[in-house]
């Protein structure tokens, strides 16, 4: 067996049963199916969530608070005061605040923007930014995609005499910043939906201060609902389906040079922003002031835009570098520590810009959440990020515990920080007891959402089109993940550091090519015919002009027992199999010899032990009796099995001397009265072409049937012997049992082997071969 690294879920719907109201969608089963998942089961509502229209946005004026939002902007402008867009330094962050510029631009205003820097200022607002905008003459000032939490600064804001419109998305606390006006979707009871991202709400705004619908505005709010990952249903899916249209058509030179940099031609699609664009533009803040993202995307020069796009080119791969050392220092501590529940790692020298990148690393690759911290020893404060699993509520649950927060803000599944050092232990006690109260084992396990289990047959480029049919994919509405369980044809590492895997099926003249980005690791632990069940997802791959259906493979999972056969080998590694589990038998004798690396609590046991169920069996040494294994087996009852099995003399291969051979041996010893085996050996073994250990054997034979005397090397006829079948002879027997064990054992083909060991473990008769033995 191979378990598979996160709890699979299966979600298959018997659409049969669903009454369609009004007329059944022209769709495919498949389409039909995933719809039904996504709950939408009504003609109107396939073709709305199929076909995303503007006409199906909601009014931006049932957003509480806009109508004195808008009055105030058009005031300002009227009497020409200005107006400062406050933003912030992500993607969601850089296009709110590029959309709000670029809005207030056409209007006419005298405006200006201002992000914060993230290493000496941190997320938001801040007092000192504000007295600055005090002192440039600021008299309006509208933050994007920010300022829910800025109680301080709003009051601030008031005292200079500052009028402040909050325009954000985040979690509201307990008290809300007074403002002049809110614009925030959690904060307005009427407005339908609650999910926007800040470019959103800025792009609401941006509606109403306009009078018209902005569409030549919806490629930034296309980057920044992706790029924030806030569910991609009802308004946001409308918003990133248009957007993705009008970002793969746009004009705008900052995009036009940042799309060359990252070599995408074509139709954009929201795979394209969530892992080249937004990354790139995250880049920026991540590591400077976030205000050269801001001006390569509002930027009317192609000149001045190649140039700032090759510039966030280099600062995205700087940033790569430095995660990749963090990741391995991060690593390091967790190693090091024995904490339970939640990851909280904190190093002097950290760049704060990139710690929720390597805490999203440290949860994949640990299953729980993951706190970073950057420690500045000067002041004794941490500030970092954090990100968490599906089942632990970040946001709720660190409110808990808000007095250990010098600053906090987020999500659910994402937040920042700021905290005293000396709180961190009391942060981690905390947080350790929170969740181990709230979750089980399974809630820490990546749980991998499954829509359908397909055949080959159904696999091909056909069904990879009618699933596009449901893009843009992300929160809420993910990409289709496919079960197929199939024999392989072939299993084989690939890639430079053979860290990936590539799996082909085969059914009859079809065959469906399966890649598994990063599971190279599994490859030594499936046997071949074994059947394998992937779970991933579908989509083409264009090689050579060549286009067909492949699958990208999440996870794995081998649901029978394995045969492994290291038959024949002097040497065998088993460290990789055993991993950090006891729960493993090795039988042998002196096997340490044989094993590379042999683990610290290597026990050697026997085959007439009393064995409990284990995960683990390696067979090193021959049985004397098969159903001494057989009975290991069944009472081990083992998920794998690895034969180690090493002959240095086989008897299977020495055949079995003949009853005329005895015959004819005793023959000669009984006419001439004796047999010297010192004098007569070599003699013999030339006429008769027998070898030594042949003449030896049946000489061993007669001795223990009292057939012959034999003493100092010299064989004599017994004077009186009974008469006795070779069968009763145990040494002979044995001989016999011995070859039928290696014959079954050692020289066995896999299949049957593998057969063999199955009947014992499942518990099913096999038919035993018919076996003649004797003279």
Not at 19 to 31: C, E, F, K, M
Not at 92 to 105: A, C, I, K, N, P
Not at 317 to 335: G, P, Y
């Amino acid at each position: 067996m191979l378990k598979s690294k996160a709890v699979w879920k299966f979600t298959e719907n018997n659409t049969d049963e669903v009454q369609w109201a009004g007329d059944t969608p022209d769709l495919s089963p498949v389409i039909k199916e995933l719809l039904v998942q996504r709950g939408i089961t009504t003609s109107d509502e396939a073709i709305e969530f199929l076909t995303p229209t503007i006409n199906n946005l909601y009014n931006p004026e049932d957003l509480l608070g806009m109508d004195v939002a808008i009055e105030r902007v058009h005031k300002a402008i009227e009497k020409n005061e200005k107006i400062l867009v406050f933003g912030d330094y992500d993607a969601d962050g850089v296009s709110s605040t590029t959309l709000l510029m670029l809005v207030l631009q056409e209007l006419g205003a005298d405006c200006d923007y201002y992000i914060p820097n993230r290493f000496s200022e941190g997320y938001g607002p801040n007092e000192q930014a504000f007295s600055h905008a005090k002192e440039q003459g600021f008299q309006l000032i509208i933050t994007v995609d920010c300022g829910i939490t800025s109680v301080q600064e709003a009051m601030l804001a008031e005292e200079l005499g500052i009028d402040l419109i909050i325009t954000d998305h985040h979690e509201p606390q307990n008290e809300l910043p007074q403002a002049l006006s809110i614009l925030h979707p959690k904060c307005s009871p009427t407005y339908p939906f609650k999910e926007l991202a800040g470019v959103g709400v800025a792009f609401k705004f941006a509606q109403s201060l306009l009078g018209y619908f902005p569409e030549h505005l919806l490629d930034l709010v296309a980057i920044g609902t992706i790029a924030d990952l806030v569910p991609l249903v009802n308004e946001n899916r409308i918003l990133a389906y248009h957007g993705l249209k009008t970002l793969s058509r746009s004009k705008r030179p900052g995009l036009k040079a940042l799309k060359k940099q990252c070599k995408i031609e074509g139709n954009v699609t929201e795979e394209d922003v969530g892992f080249l664009i937004g990354p790139r533009i995250n880049a920026v803040g991540r590591l400077q002031d976030a205000g050269l993202a801001v001006e390569m995307l509002m930027t009317d020069s192609e000149e001045e835009a190649e140039h700032l796009a090759e510039m966030v080119q280099g600062l995205n791969q700087e940033r790569q570098q430095i995660v990749n050392e963090i990741v391995i220092e991060a690593e390091s501590l967790v190693e090091e520590s024995d904490a339970k529940g939640i990851t909280i790692v904190a190093k002097e020298g950290w760049n704060e810009g990139v710690l929720g990148i390597v805490a999203s690393k440290l949860v994949r690759k640990y299953d729980r959440p993951a706190i970073v911290l950057a420690i500045n020893n000067e002041d004794g404060s941490a500030k970092g990020s954090a990100r968490s699993i599906p089942a632990f509520d970040l946001f709720k649950n660190c409110m808990e515990v808000r007095d250990y927060f010098t600053r906090f803000g987020g999500h659910s599944q994402a937040a920042g920080m700021t905290l005293p050092v000396d709180n961190i232990p009391l942060l981690q006690q905390k947080l350790s007891e929170i969740i181990t109260e709230q979750l089980s084992d399974d809630d820490f396990k990546q749980k991998i959402i499954i829509s359908k289990t397909l055949s080959i047959k159904e696999v091909n480029e056909e069904l990879v089109n009618e699933i596009n049919q449901l893009a843009p994919f992300g929160m809420a509405n993910p990409k289709p993940t496919f079960h197929v369980k199939q024999f392989p044809a072939s299993v084989r590492q690939i890639g430079s550091m053979q860290n990936h895997l590539k799996l082909q099926f085969k059914h009859d003249a079809l065959s469906l090519d399966g890649i598994g980005f990063g599971l190279g690791d599994t490859f030594p632990f499936i046997t071949e015919k074994s059947q394998i069940s992937v779970v991933g997802e579908i989509g083409i791959n264009e090689w050579n002009g060549n286009r067909k259906a492949q699958m990208v493979i999440k996870d794995l999972q081998i649901e029978e027992p394995q045969l492994f056969d290291h038959r024949g080998k002097k040497q065998i590694d088993i460290m990789p199999f055993v991993g950090n589990t006891n729960n493993y038998l090795v039988i042998g004798n002196d096997v340490e010899n044989r094993i590379k690396e042999c683990p610290t609590n290597l026990a050697n046991e026997t085959y007439k032990s009393d064995h409990s169920k284990v995960e683990t069996i390696f067979l090193f040494d021959l049985p004397d009796d098969l159903e001494d294994l057989s009975k290991t087996v069944r009472l081990a009852q083992p998920e794998n099995i690895h034969v180690c099995f090493y002959l240095r003399d086989s008897n299977y291969l020495k055949s079995l001397p003949t009853r005329a051979d005895f015959k004819q041996f005793y023959g000669l010893i009984s006419k001439r009265g004796y047999f010297d085996i010192r004098k007569d050996l070599a003699s013999l073994m030339k006429v008769q072409e027998w070898s030594e250990e042949r003449i030896r054997f049946m000489l061993n034979v007669f001795f223990e049937l009292e057939f012959v005397i034999i003493e100092s090397g010299l064989a004599k006829p017994s004077p009186n012997p009974i008469k006795k079948e070779l069968q009763e002879s145990k040494l002979y027997q044995k001989r016999i049992k011995h070859s039928e064990i290696e014959k079954k054992l050692y020289y066995s083909n896999y299949n049957d082997l593998n057969q063999w060991f199955r009947s014992l473990i499942e518990g099913v008769d096999i038919p035993k071969e018919e076996l003649t033995y004797g003279l």
